[in-house]
């Protein structure tokens, strides 16, 4: 997934230097006072092993995507942050994104969605792809909003535990876009992902562990 993603952002900027049929776009966001939440739910066992928690979470993403033709769209994504644990956890995120443009009017536009996703921190990786819509509301030629939803099932890996290949995972996006001249922009929004995955190590199964993260954005967008 890094390699493709890594592939995948000088394609993009190549096509959005040279292409003439649809703009093309680039992102900085930075999540403003994330968090990561973590709920434990205790196996019928009844060890009392995980503990429930409330972290700080940093994230800055780089995006970036173009529409490549009337119907096809894709972008790539890159977050790197820290997770305010003691000791703080590095943590970055890799995704690339295909879309598919089933509603097409003036001021609505309707996508389908696929993105393979990499979440991975000092301690454990979540790999999964996602399926979705996204849905993006124009106000005016300056003024837009984007709201997007996709699912799936992950694979979770924690160092000294085994994998768990069904986790449900889920992601929410938001983002009102204003531009301030004719390729700069402003972004605010909000995103939340979330997934539940089983606690097992070599002995027995712990439980269930939820966790969910994310939090409002602040960003700035360029149109090519």
Avoid: C
């Amino acid at each position: 997934m890094r390699n493709l993603v890594a592939l995948l952002v000088p394609v993009l900027l190549f096509l959005m230097a040279t292409s003439t049929q649809a703009a093309a776009v680039g992102y900085l966001d930075i999540l403003a006072g994330g968090v990561v939440e973590q709920e434990a739910q205790a196996s019928a066992n009844g060890l009392d092993i995980l503990k429930d928690g409330e972290y700080g979470l940093d994230i800055t993403l780089v995006s970036a995507g173009t529409m490549l033709s009337d119907r096809i769209k894709i972008g790539a994504e890159y977050g790197g942050g820290r997770i305010k644990k003691i000791p703080r956890e590095a943590v970055s995120l890799w995704s690339v994104k295909v879309g598919y443009r089933l509603v097409d009017k003036l001021a609505f536009k309707l996508d389908a969605m696929v993105a393979p996703l990499i979440i991975d921190t000092e301690n454990s990786m979540l790999r999964t792809t996602l399926g979705g819509l996204e849905a993006i509301v124009y106000f005016s030629t300056k003024l837009f909003f984007n709201v997007s939803y996709v699912l799936g099932n992950a694979t979770y890996e924690q160092n000294g535990l085994n994998k768990d290949q069904a986790v449900p995972i889920s992601f929410f996006r938001t983002k009102l876009h204003y531009f301030l001249t004719e390729n700069w922009g402003a972004v605010a929004g909000y995103s939340w992902l979330k997934y539940e995955f089983n606690v097992i190590n070599p002995a027995l199964d712990l439980g269930k562990m939820e966790v969910g993260f994310g939090g409002p954005t602040l960003g700035l967008i360029y149109k090519f």
